[in-house]
C-alpha cells in the first residue's frame, strides 16, 4: 500500500497494532525498530502518521500552531451512529478544554487558570497526601500483602484531585466508577457492542460531572480550582466560557486522576523489579525526586499524545500533508538512544531523567506536573520508610487495558513479613 503521500508503506509499519502485542507490553520497546530504521511512519491501522526518535517528538509538541492540539482527546476509534444516539440522550457535549485548544484562546486561559498550580501554592496539599498515604498504608500493613493499585494508588490521586478542584465530597462516589470509559472511549478500539455500552457510561460521567458543576455554582464561593475557574467564567465569559466550564469538569478528573494512579503503579513496578534501585531509596530518602523522573521516563502513564499538521510539512524529513493526525510516542522519545545514554537502564542517578516528554512540551506542557510529582515522592518516602523489606509477588504480568495513551497496571501484588515491619522490630 501507499501512504497519503504516496510513499509505500513497508511491512512493519502496515502491521503496527497499538492495540495489542508489544506495543501494549512496552510501547518504548516496540517501536525500536522504527526509531532506527523509519523514524516517522504512517500506520494504516490507525490512519496517524507515528514519530518515535526524542527530536521529532520534541519538535512537534513545540509547535502548537502547525501541530494543533484540537484532535488531542478524540476518539481514535470513531463512534458508531448507535453510540452518539445513547451520548445525545445524556446531552453529552464535549468542548474544548485547554489540552486540545488552539492559540490564542488556550494562552489566554491557562494564564487566568495558572495560581492554583504554582509550586508555593501546591505545598499546602502535601501533608494531606501524607496523611493519607499512612492512613491507608496502616489498613494493610500487618497484613503482609496488598494490590497496591486497588488498596491505595486508585484512590489517593482520586481524593487528591477532587480536593485540589474543591469538589465536595459526596461527589467522589459518584465519579470513582468512570475512568475506564473515558480511556477506552477516547485511546481504545472498543467493539460496537462494547461502544455502546462505554458510551452509556461517558454519558452518566458527563451528566454527574454536570450535576456536581451546578451544585457547585450555586454558591461558588468555595476553595478550589474549579471554583476558581466559575469565578473567571463569571469574570470573562469570553476567555472562559460556560461550554469550556462543563468539558472541563469532565475533562480534569481524567486529567488528574487516572494519569497520576498510572504513574505511580509504574514507579513502584520500575523500582521492585530493580532490587538495587529500591535499596538506594531505602538507604537514601534525598534520591526520591530523581527517582520519580527516572521512573517517568522509563515507564510513564501517558505513552502516546496527538496533533494535526495544519499545513504541508515535514517531520524528520518525512512528508506530511496538511491535515495528516500524528501519534507522538512520548515512551519512544524516552527510550531514543541519540537523546539517552543506556536508555534501557534504570539509573535513579541519571542526571537528564527531567528531559523526558511524559508531561508533553512546550506551551501545553502538563500544569499538573508538581502535583503528580509530589504524590509519588510522598508515597516513595511513605513506602520505602514504613516497608522496606516489600517484594512483588514473582509471576505477575502488567495488565494494561488496550489502548494507544494510557499506561498502568490493573493490579500491582505486594507482599512481605508483618514480623519484619521496622515500626514492629524498633517501635
Ligand atoms: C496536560 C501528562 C497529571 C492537569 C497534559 C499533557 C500530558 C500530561 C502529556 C499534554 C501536554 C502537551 O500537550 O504538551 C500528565 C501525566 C500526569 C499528569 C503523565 C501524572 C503523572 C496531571 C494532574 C493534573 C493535570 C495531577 C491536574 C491536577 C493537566 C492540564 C493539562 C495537562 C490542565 C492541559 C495543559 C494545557 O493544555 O495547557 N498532562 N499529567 N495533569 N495536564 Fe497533565
Redesign the pocket.
Known amino acids: 500500500g501507499l501512504s497519503p503521500t504516496g510513499c509505500p508503506i513497508s511491512a512493519r509499519a502496515a502491521a503496527f497494532d497499538p492495540f495489542k502485542g508489544d506495543y501494549q507490553v512496552d510501547p518504548g520497546d516496540a517501536l525500536r525498530w522504527a526509531r532506527e530504521q523509519e523514524p516517522v511512519f504512517y500506520s494504516p491501522e490507525l490512519g496517524y502518521w507515528v514519530v518515535t526518535r526524542y527530536e521529532d517528538v520534541k519538535a512537534v ?1 513545540r509547535d502548537n500552531i502547525l501541530f494543533s ?1 484540537s484532535i ?1 482527546l478524540e476518539k481514535i476509534t470513531p463512534a458508531p451512529p448507535e453510540a452518539l444516539e445513547i451520548l445525545k440522550k445524556y446531552d453529552f457535549n464535549m468542548q474544548r478544554t ?2 486540545n ?1 488552539d492559540e490564542p484562546q ?1 494562552m489566554e486561559r ?1 494564564r487566568l487558570l495558572m495560581d492554583a498550580f504554582l509550586p508555593d501554592k501546591l505545598a499546602k496539599h502535601e501533608p494531606m497526601v501524607r496523611r493519607l498515604t499512612r492512613s491507608y498504608m496502616d489498613r494493610f500493613i500487618d497484613r503482609g500483602h496488598a494490590d497496591l493499585v486497588s488498596d491505595i494508588f486508585y484512590e489517593i490521586p482520586l481524593t487528591v ?1 477532587l480536593h ?1 478542584l474543591g469538589v465536595p465530597d459526596e461527589g467522589a462516589e459518584e465519579l470513582r466508577q468512570f475512568a475506564v470509559a473515558h480511556t477506552l472511549n477516547t485511546w481504545g478500539r472498543p467493539t460496537p457492542e462494547e461502544q455502546l455500552e462505554i458510551s452509556e457510561n461517558v454519558g452518566r460521567f458527563w451528566k454527574t460531572a454536570n450535576d456536581i458543576l451546578d451544585r457547585m455554582r450555586a454558591d461558588p464561593t468555595g476553595e478550589g480550582w474549579m471554583y476558581d475557574t466559575i469565578r473567571m467564567h463569571n469574570e470573562h465569559p469570553e476567555a472562559v466560557p460556560e461550554s469550556y466550564l462543563r468539558s472541563m469538569m469532565m475533562a ?1 478528573l481524567a ?2 486522576h487516572e ?2 494512579s498510572n ?1 505511580t503503579s509504574n514507579a513502584f513496578w520500575t523500582l521492585l523489579n530493580d532490587r538495587p534501585a529500591w535499596e538506594d531509596l531505602v538507604a537514601n530518602p534525598a534520591l526520591i525526586p530523581s527517582a520519580v523522573e527516572e521512573c ?1 521516563r522509563v515507564a ?3 505513552v502516546a ?1 496527538r496533533r494535526i499538521a495544519t499545513d504541508d510539512t515535514e517531520v524528520g524529513g518525512v512528508k506530511i500533508p496538511e491535515g495528516g493526525k500524528l501519534l507522538i510516542v ?1 515512551a519512544s522519545a524516552n527510550k531514543d538512544r541519540r537523546h539517552w545514554e543506556n536508555p534501557d537502564e534504570v539509573d535513579i542517578y541519571r542526571d537528564n531523567a527531567a528531559e523526558h516528554m ?12 508538581n ?2 510529582r509530589m504524590e509519588m515522592r510522598v508515597f516513595l518516602e511513605e513506602f520505602t520508610r514504613r516497608l522496606p523489606h516489600m517484594r512483588l509477588v514473582p509471576g505477575q504480568t502488567f495488565r494494561n487495558l488496550p489502548n494507544t495513551s494510557f499506561r498502568g497496571p490493573q493490579s500491582l501484588e505486594v507482599e512481605w513479613s508483618p514480623q519484619d515491619n521496622p515500626e514492629r522490630r524498633d517501635p
Do not use: D, N
Open positions: 509538541f492540539p488531542a485547554m489540552v485548544e488556550h491557562r484531585a485540589f480534569i486529567a488528574a494519569t497520576t504513574a517517568l510513564g502513564s501517558i499524545w512520548q511524559s508531561f508533553g512540551y512546550g506551551a501545553h506542557q502538563c500544569m499538573g506536573k502535583i503528580a
